[in-house]
C-alpha cells in the first residue's frame, strides 16, 4: 500500500457546455502540471459527452491538499459546467484532507487489501 491519495469525480456535464468544459480542462490540467506530486490528471467525456469523470492521484495528503488550495479558487467555474453525481476518494487520507473537503460530497474508501506498483 502506498501513502497516494487519490479521487474520482463522476458529474454530468450541463446541457451544451462541453466546449467550455473542454477550454476549461487545458486551463486546470495547465495549472496542475506544474505540481511536481501530482502523479495522475485525468480528465474524461463518455461516449456522447454527457459525463465527465476526472481522475486525480497525488503522493499524499499533503500534495492533494496543495493541489486543492491552488484550484479552489476556481473550483466554481467547473461547477457552472457540471453536476456532479459522485465523488469517491480512496487512499491514506490525512484529517487535514478530511477537514479542508468536509463540504464536499466525498466518500471515503479504506484499502483493506491490494497493491500498487
Not at 473542454?22 to 467525456?45: D, P
Not at 461547477?79 to 484532507?97: I, M
Amino acid at each position: 500500500m502506498t501513502d497516494n491519495v487519490y479521487w474520482v469525480l463522476v458529474a454530468n456535464v450541463n446541457e451544451g457546455k462541453q466546449e467550455a468544459l473542454r477550454k476549461l480542462a487545458s486551463k486546470f490540467v495547465a495549472q496542475t502540471q506544474s505540481e511536481l506530486r501530482a502523479l495522475a490528471y485525468e480528465w474524461s467525456f463518455s461516449d456522447d459527452a454527457s459525463r465527465l469523470h476526472i481522475y486525480e492521484r497525488y503522493t499524499d495528503s499533503e500534495a492533494a491538499l496543495a493541489h486543492l488550495a491552488k484550484v479552489g479558487p476556481v473550483l466554481g467555474e467547473l461547477l457552472a459546467l457540471v453536476t456532479p453525481v459522485r465523488l469517491d476518494c480512496y487512499g491514506r487520507v490525512s484529517d487535514a484532507f478530511r477537514d479542508a473537503t468536509k463540504d464536499l460530497p466525498m466518500v471515503y474508501y479504506t484499502q483493506f487489501d491490494g497493491f500498487t506498483r
